[in-house]
């Protein structure tokens, strides 16, 4: 009974990373409409900012917002040096898939030039790494960031979408551009903050995403970005709900496969599921059939 | 020089070129699919089964290899077309990942995890008769209803449904052939590599033909295979530069293609107006009524006819 | 990286064409012409694996210039060649056939067992003398065209047996857990070894735990490894896993023993596991502090060299090129692929790096000698266990 909470525990705060990163990336495509695959390589120059600062010795709590910063600055050029353009000259919504995996490709050769090839860890005084013994259950810290972190993201950005102007013009340029230019709303300073806002969360990802695996690699963001990507399908485009759900799901049912079935059913299990979602019901559990916009 | 490199380099950009046409099918209906690798994975097992396995004549066995990438097309067509495009997309993408995992997990077919090694190496004129009888095939269907449908669909949906074009059937067909060219491609990999695995037919592959696509243009079958070639020799080209320069190359002609010139080098559209404009504009019947420049409005890239 | 793998494939291809202008025919049994024998070596020097490879070459090179400065050979040069596989089997395949049809005379390859699987077969239809440096994987040798300088852990009698042994005489280990690499063949084949070795030795394996090679997150293996408490921790996966995983155990209070293979040897898995690290054992097949004087002569030139200090897998790529060269100084005047191969299959022992003897059986190098065992100190350093 001991092990099936600590795998449990163990999956709700994998998932919770998942979550975190599965939410950015709705957030980018419910709002403009860019599946945008580059999103995992956000999450690893989210990581190396931060990883680097903590190797030189400078302590979490500037190293982590400098990372989250590096990552915000990743997703604004991303969007001014290729999306923006690509709006311009009215490409639809293949031709950004395309140019983001054209991002993809070029963040991640960086990565790897800037990390080198071999995976590294996060030196081992930055974070609390002792687990707190409760109730018989290991609770390593991380798993409370995880979990803290989730919370603050999802009520943090539910409340800014709908409780604030910014949020509400957010919203606006989601469903319709052109209107919301005609209601001064400055569609480019929105859709930039929007490609900020989503490429934090996604470096917020990635960094939680090293300490709770020991993992410091170049390849971070491809993992993320596989599991964010079903559970944003399973859950629900733009639904931070839906993304929650799927992504904390994914992450428990990962666990309990790996430790009472084979590990080797894991992967097959989430993209199952995944293809099940989309064959039979695209709009996840919680999105709702969007009519497409003309 | 190593003649023995120049042909194997040779070899490798065609079929590349051929894995991109795989994937030009299907996008020059506006379907996005990755499904090529997947066609061309069951075509490489199949190749290591029959002609290692079994012994067969290489021609019978690449026949076969199309086939079964055309009968892996038909069943997911019955399970996917009915989906809007982007969500084709990803579930394509979706099926690539788990095909990994069955390689992994059928190890009497693909070896497992330790792979298969191909012994069997197909002469070059393989190739090239493969690389003939695809180009003719679509060089066939430009001409004909199903091209004239096809470039119709992908200029502009509306128009087209309203003149009676069956979209459905056109993407189930483009997807089909799609199949049967995967297929293909996949046996003549094996014999190129050498030795496959589960790693072999990723989505890196999906992306790399990809790339050749978009470089080369999805508007006509010439484009597929000059993106491929050019993709073959580019690394090589770049190969000690500095580590990767490759492939941090290879995402900035991705990324700049799609901006200034998305509709890939070849462009039937672009040269026509090209030439109208060497011979000057406004020549009384030449047989446009607005001059070039009021045509260049009207176009649209392959995507954004897609995506709409 | 595994990116853009099936371009590497083509651009090795492409990099005989590139590469400049190779003297005489293509293809061929015989050495290029003149007193300048060429050597191909293919292994990934970039890459997830390039801690190995990178002094596999390195080490190799040191072996050429030896050769070639005390004269071993006689007026004949060695000249090598080195091709990166980037760690991926296409592009390890591409740059071996181009050395085939190129006047090479010999090659070396083979560091990772995934690179490895076609090779007996290839260097058999091509008839090409090759020599594998360090992948483990079953049954690649093959002469007379296929051979391995390196002593197989998994041997009977073995590192991987001998440290079992040694472990069991401790008397306080009854229980073990294994942990593999699931989808890496020479992983699985090695946890089968430890597993055989440790029951034969009385101690009992409760579970062998799998996990995937494309795996980075490991907090649900470790729980179960947990949950049964072995005294002893078997890891048979990638040596940064494998501190993962140690770092994780220690961190939620485990204290049996750990070991694994040598793949935890390197310094960047120090990186990734730190003094959690401290206390993990395993075999080592060569020591820079070794006492032997080709060790020491082999320190000495590799320092003066490269600035570093070799380490088991420098010495692979040295030993691979000293076999090669015994086999040309063995085939007398005139060497040829063929006279080579000969020579070579004639070879019944040689000198290794760490000053060892081994036994040529088979094309197989096998060693009865004492294995050294070696541990993980708190301050990153290693010494020997016990």
Redesign the interface.
Known sequence: M??LF??LL??L??GSVYAIFAIGFGLIFANMGI?NVAQGSYATWGVIPTYLLSRAGVPLWIALPAGLAGAALIGLLAEW??FK??RD???????S???A??????????G??VLG?????M??GAFP???LDVLGL?I?PIFLLNWVALAVVAVGLTLFLSRTRFGASIRSVGFKADSAAIVGVDTRVVLSVTAMIAAAIAGLSGIL?SF????V?F??GE?LM?KG??AV?IGGFGNVKGAVVAGVAIGVI??LT??YL???FR??IT??L??LF??VR?QGIFGELKA?R? | MNAVSILSTLEFGVVFGMLALSMYSALSTGLLSMASIMFAGCGAFLFAQLTDGLGWPPVLVLLCAAAIGGVAAIVLSALLLHLESHYIAMATIAIVLMTRVAVLNLPAVTGGVNGTPILTELSPLYIAGALLVAVWVFARLRRSRYGLASELAREDTTVASTLGVNIRWLRTVSFIISGCVGGLVGALLASLYGYIDADTFSMDLAFTALAAVVLGGAFHWLGPLIGGVVFTILPELLRGWFERADQLVDGVILVVIMIFLPRGLVDPLRWKQLVRRLRGRGEPGDGMPAGPAAAEPAQRTATEAIGS | MKFFRPLAAAAVAAAFLLAGCASGGSGGATAGGGATLKIGLVNPTTGASSWAGVPIAQGAQTAVDEINETGFLGDQKLELTSKDSEGDPATAISAYRGFASDDYLAAICCTLSSEAGSFAQLAASLKFPTVANGATLKGLNAPPYMYRTIVLPADPGGMYAQTAQAIAAKGNVKTAVIVETADNEGNVSDAKVWQDNLQKDGITVLQVIDTFQADTDFTVPVTTILSQNPDLVVFSTQGPNSATMIKMLRERGYKGLTTSSYGIAVPSVWKVGGEALAGTIFPIPFSPDGTSDRTKDFVQRYQQQWNSQPDLYAAQGYNAVWFIAEGIKAAGANVTRQSLADALSKLDSFELASGNVVKMVDGQAELSDAVLIAQWNADGTQSLWK
């Not at chain 1, 090839?117 to 860890?121: L, T």
């Open positions: 001991e092990l600590q795998q163990n999956g705060s994998l599946l040096l290729a353009p690509l000259r009215n490409a639809g919504m293949l031709g898939i395309i140019i995996v054209g991002i993809w490709i070029i963040l991640l050769a960086l790897e030039i090839p071999n995976p590294s860890a030196p081992s790494s002792v687990p290991k390593p995403y709770t695996a020991n993992n690699s390849t971070v993992g596989l990507f079903a399908v990962e666990a790996q430790q084979s590990s080797t992967d097959a993209f199952g995944m293809l989309l064959v695209p497409s003309a």
